[in-house]
């Protein structure tokens, strides 16, 4: 199995969802495939949502709502992670970028009815507050690029701070850096080169330029959240508290 998602045969990875101890709602492609740069020897990043039965969400005994198993499908590294819908939901709810990617995310590898009403809730879920969670996030991974002077965070530092600027104006969540305009115009020979290997170090720009193009995308996600016509709060909760009571009972 090619690691290259626009490749893969997903019915290698549908065959691994009935194992699941819980119904899935959805579980989508997420990390490096989904911002568009993987790398050779790139893990796969599943993420998703199951749904607990209501006879381990009102007793003293509550289930997981948290999963994560790994396992290895033809030499490639594959990783699931998901959710109880409940916890999801809240996360959907808080200025948390990273879960609205995965709801959204185009590359589907498990869906269900629920996954599209949750894909038609999360436009309600996107606030201006959100620029919030990708300016940290942008932080977060260039301090982790002085450490190593890699490009993978280097590449995520861009990726996140297009992303939010792009929320910022458009209210579209677009995760794949290839998708997102503005920024420096040697990033596609850094995307190019860390395709060959998931942890190559830097060989390009100065040092000088690069930090000169991260705070001006800095200041440009600023400028965006300020003049932003997103809504300061979410209007989705009472279409969750729905779907998760329905959900919750059928199940």
């Known amino acids: 199995m090619t690691r290259d998602m626009r490749q893969l045969d997903y019915t290698e990875l549908r065959t691994i969802m009935g194992d699941q101890p819980y119904p899935l709602l959805f579980a989508t492609v997420s990390g490096a ?3 568009g740069f993987p790398s050779r020897d790139s893990d796969v990043d599943l993420r998703g949502v199951h749904v607990l039965p209501a006879t381990e969400v009102v007793g003293l005994r ?3 709502e948290t999963l994560d198993r790994t396992w290895f499908e033809n030499e490639a590294e594959v990783d699931l992670v998901t959710h109880d819908l409940a916890k999801f939901a809240r996360l959907m709810l808080r200025r948390n970028g990273y879960v609205l990617e995965q709801v959204l995310s185009p ?14 809730l999360a436009k309600g879920c996107i606030t201006k507050w959100h620029a919030h969670h990708y300016r940290g996030f942008a932080r977060t991974q ?5 450490k190593k002077r890699e490009l993978k965070p280097l590449l995520y530092t861009f990726r996140v701070l297009l992303t939010g600027i792009n929320l910022m104006r458009t209210g579209v969540v677009q995760a794949d850096l290839r998708e997102l305009a503005g920024g ?3 990033l596609p020979e850094l ?4 395709a060959e290997a998931e942890h190559a170090p830097l060989e390009g720009p100065s040092g000088e330029r690069l930090v000169e193009d991260v705070r001006r995308l800095q200041a440009v ?8 016509g997103l809504p300061d709060r979410p209007a989705a909760e009472a279409g969750l508290h729905d779907l998760l009571v329905r959900v919750r009972l059928s199940r």
């Open 191 to 194: 995307m190019a080169a860390k």
């Open 62 to 64: 509550h289930g997981p």
């Open 184 to 186: 420096p115009s040697y």
């Open 33 to 35: 495939h989904l911002y």
């Open 221 to 228: 996600l600023d400028e965006a959240e300020a003049g932003s």
């Open 142 to 146: 260039w301090e982790f690029f002085e």
């Open 107 to 120: 590359l589907v590898v498990f869906s269900t009815p629920e996954h599209a009403e949750l894909v038609a």
